[in-house]
């Protein structure tokens, strides 16, 4: 995919603006929050000041990249937990989720606890969160 | 106060609902309308409702009145409409209500109808209006099955999206009502004791999941800041670093206005706005602005963690009698008399 942007463009702006992808979303602008990860080559990654210049030839998974069809394992353990409250962070949660699971389909609480911290909730949906891990990383 | 008449054309111009077939639930206190183009009938000084949409496939499309993002109510509220008028809840289709206090607004709060949505009130300030309005919606769905069999309407009963008449064994779906709907004259308010008693409740009280939940894991909810428009301009405010302080003069105004992108600069009563053609340029010049504050605000001199250690040892000193702001019942009794105690 080809896109132009300013030289100092970073991917979320790229992503919400230039492409139409608002399921990330902008929180902090400054990578405190987590409500803006996305996946570069796999790896969750704070799109708020991911600079373009690092994403060239680089492949980049967003939420509405996870599946189709809402068929994620986390998806539907997230919908079978009814995670969101507001569910502004969640696209961030989910993605942030998606890339401890892929690298270890059986983590430990406090794997999954050390992962997902720092990806804030003003909700706090957090319990419900470890719970829709949980049960994906059981039945996967 | 609006007449209904110019409230129903507004709708018309707003064309909320949609045009292909169906029917849709216009009730005021005491008429209902068939159908929005209707609007030769006589205003009426009831409140109109229009809170459901039947279409013929049987899809329910309930106009969710509460602007609500997270708590449930958007779940909620159509869950009071379609108990009452005894919908499938899988053919519910929420969609939210345009902004009209005089149809959609809830006489529940304080003075006339109103919209907001606030202190938890939504699904309490809702409650009987919409069980209201979805009992008489079903009574309008049982007034027309009773002209088709020719059968008097109280020998019928309703389940989940269908009409039956018990003795002849037949039943009707909602649904193919609404291909030949009529509205009756009147709509008689549904007494208490014809609605749902809590034991019949399929809906009210059961774990209903949030109908918003799904668009939340996939990306493809809406918030406000995913709002896009043609030709849309972005504003970002930098705000006074001490509560009271006004914006006296940008010094690099030229040089944040000579930014590609930068349509303008505003100033505001507590900060200075910028103005871009995108949202990442208006928070790039936002974090370049020069701006001089005004001296003398009254927080200038506060001290948050002083004032806290103040505070603390004012709560501590016994000497110091606080001022009574309300007082109820008696701590040293309620103590005694307690069954146990925690320390």
């Known amino acids: ?140 | 106060m609006e007449n209904a008449k110019t409230i129903i054309s507004k709708i018309s111009r707003r064309k909320f609902i949609v045009g292909a077939g169906g029917f849709t639930f216009l009730i005021t206190t005491g008429v209902i309308w068939p159908k929005l183009s209707a609007e030769n009938k006589t205003a009426n000084d009831g409140t109109i409702t229009a809170w459901v949409h039947l279409q013929p496939d049987g899809k329910v499309i309930i106009y969710n009145p509460a602007a609500e993002m997270g708590q449930g109510s958007m779940t909620a509220l159509p869950v009071l409409i379609a108990e009452e008028m005894d919908v499938d809840w899988s053919m519910v289709i929420i969609e939210n209500s345009p902004i009209i206090p005089e149809i959609y607004g809830s006489r529940g709060f304080r003075g006339g109808n109103s919209m907001i949505t606030v202190g938890s009130r939504a699904v309490s300030g809702y409650y009987e209006i919409l069980r209201q309005a979805g009992a008489q919606a079903r009574y309008v769905l049982l007034y027309n099955a009773a002209h088709k069999w020719d059968v008097p309407i109280q020998e019928l009963t309703t389940d989940a999206g269908v009409v039956i008449h018990k003795s002849s064994g037949r039943k009707m779906l909602y649904g193919e009502i609404a291909e030949f709907a009529k509205s009756p004259d009147k709509i008689p308010k549904i007494p208490k004791e014809q609605m749902k008693q809590p034991g019949q409740f399929r809906l009210i009280g059961k774990n209903i999941p949030r109908y918003d939940i799904p668009e939340k894991v996939n990306g493809s909810g809406i918030f406000a800041m995913d709002i896009q428009l043609p030709n849309m301009v972005y504003g970002a405010i930098s705000r006074s670093p001490i509560n009271g302080a006004r914006p006296v003069n940008v010094l690099n105004k030229d040089s944040i206005l000579e930014i590609d992108g930068v349509i303008d600069l505003v100033t505001l009563e507590h900060g200075v706005g910028v103005i871009a053609n995108s949202i990442e340029t208006a928070f790039k010049a936002n974090k370049q602005l020069q701006i001089q504050w005004s001296e003398g605000a009254k927080a200038a001199n506060y001290n948050s963690v002083e004032a806290f250690e103040k505070y603390e040892n004012m709560a501590e000193d016994a000497s110091i009698k606080g001022s009574v702001i309300k007082n109820k019942g008696n701590i040293t009794n309620a103590l005694q008399n307690a069954e146990k105690t925690y320390s």
Do not use: F
């Not at chain 1, 068929?71 to 989910?94: D, F, K, M």
């Open chain 1, 1 to 140: 995919m080809q896109v132009e942007t300013q030289s100092d463009a970073t991917l979320l702006w790229t992503l919400r603006d230039h492409l139409g992808l608002t399921g990330t979303k902008y929180g902090c602008g400054k990578a405190l929050c987590g409500a803006c990860t996305v996946h570069l080559d796999g790896m969750a990654v704070r799109s708020c000041t991911t600079p373009m210049s690092m994403v060239t030839n680089r492949s980049v998974t967003t939420i509405e990249g996870l599946s189709k069809d809402n068929s994620h394992p986390l998806q539907i353990a997230w919908v079978e937990e009814q995670v969101p409250q507001c569910g502004y962070c969640q696209s961030g949660q989910i993605m942030q989720a998606a890339a401890l699971l892929q690298n270890n389909s059986r983590p430990t609480r406090e794997q999954i606890l050390a992962q997902m911290n720092g990806i804030i909730c003003r909700c706090g949906t957090y319990t419900r969160i470890v719970r829709a891990i949980e049960r994906t990383a059981q039945n996967l």
